[in-house]
């Protein structure tokens, strides 16, 4: 569990919560420069949060390195699609 806490960037708060929820867009270079700054800035001062950072990051990077050139195999897309459509999860 993270603990909470907050740390103040450029005259906003970045709490644990908060750096947690926006760690993905972050992994993924989708927040602004100041959004950025401040999970930076959060990172820096929060070993908690940090570590959740490196192990996430690590996650990305096995993913990467899994990744086979080989395509899935026919109609996987569409067993999978259909499975979502009988949960409910697509429409």
Request: with cysteine; hydrophobic share 40%.
């Amino acid at each position: 569990m993270i603990e909470a806490h907050s740390v103040e960037q450029g005259g906003g708060t970045l709490s644990c919560e908060d750096a947690v929820a926006i760690l993905w867009d972050y992994l993924d270079g989708e927040l602004s420069p100041e959004r950025e700054a401040a999970m930076r800035a959060h990172l820096e001062a929060c070993r908690p949060c940090l570590q959740h950072h490196a192990f996430e990051r690590a996650f990305l990077d096995a993913v990467a390195t899994a990744r086979t050139s080989d395509p899935a195999p026919p109609g996987l897309r569409t067993r999978v699609t259909n499975m979502l459509r009988a949960q409910g999860l697509l429409p």
